[in-house]
């Protein structure tokens, strides 16, 4: 269950996302996912024989049991010291993943393992130069935080946090993989647009975007 804090809205159900009211109607600062799964999964060799991009999507939404172990999956944290699923350049988390949803743009905070609202505008149609980007229920966008990367140049802060979106984004491909969901990850982005829509900060740039969601069909 997805729980509002300050708006003290429990929402049920697999609908869960498409059914929320937007942040407007309710002044909600913050959506509570639920635990992620500990357990489950497909064995990885079977994952990573399932392990494919998919562009065609359904508009259904993510269930909120879904969104909340994906984004775990994707970045979340794995061990008490607060290390995440995913390896990153020199113990500095510069990866921040956002999630595109028809009701805004939310920041995954995984220490708390919640979603911190960013903006309240769909934007989802801009995440991306391919058409599926604007139905699909959720589109994913790493964003690098260059103010955390001192002392290298621009062209290293973007190789590193490259590679650091790659292994992210490899996580999330073997969700997916596992759960019968589809995606793929994305550089074909119009990034001035897009770091100017996510009103990112001067230092901070998009790396990638992820569509995610039920294969159509
Ligand atoms: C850095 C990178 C950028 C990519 N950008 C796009 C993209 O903009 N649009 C797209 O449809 N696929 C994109 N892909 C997915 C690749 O096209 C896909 O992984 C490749 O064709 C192999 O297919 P597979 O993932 O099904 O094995 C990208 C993949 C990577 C690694």
Redesign the pocket.
């Known amino acids: 269950m997805i729980t509002r804090r300050t708006a003290s809205v429990g929402l049920a159900g697999s609908a869960i996302l498409a059914a929320a009211p937007s942040l407007a109607a309710t002044g909600s600062t913050v959506l509570e996912l639920p635990p992620p799964r500990s357990e489950g999964g497909k064995p990885l060799i079977q994952t990573l024989k399932l392990?494919?991009?998919i562009?065609e999507y359904s508009d259904r939404p993510l269930p909120a049991q879904v969104l909340s172990d994906l984004l775990w999956t994707a970045f979340g944290i794995n061990r008490p010291i607060g290390d995440r699923t995913a390896p990153y350049w020199r113990h500095i988390m510069v990866i921040d993943v956002y999630a595109a949803m028809a009701d805004g743009v939310w920041l995954y905070e995984p220490k708390r393992q919640v979603l911190l609202p960013h903006l309240r505008a769909d934007i989802r149609a801009q995440t991306?130069l391919?058409d599926f980007v604007a139905n699909a229920p959720l589109n994913l966008v790493y964003v690098a935080h260059g103010e955390r990367m001192q002392d290298i140049s621009a062209n290293d802060r973007r190789l590193y946090a490259s590679v650091d979106t790659?292994f992210i984004g490899q996580n999330v491909y073997l969700f997916c993989a596992s759960e019968g969901l589809a995606t793929?990850?994305?550089?074909?982005?119009d990034y001035a647009k897009l770091n100017r829509t996510m009103q990112l900060g001067a230092d901070q740039f998009v790396t990638?975007a992820q569509t995610v969601g039920h294969p159509r069909g």
């Open positions: 392990r494919r991009s562009r991306g391919q790659g793929v990850f994305r550089g074909a982005v990638f």
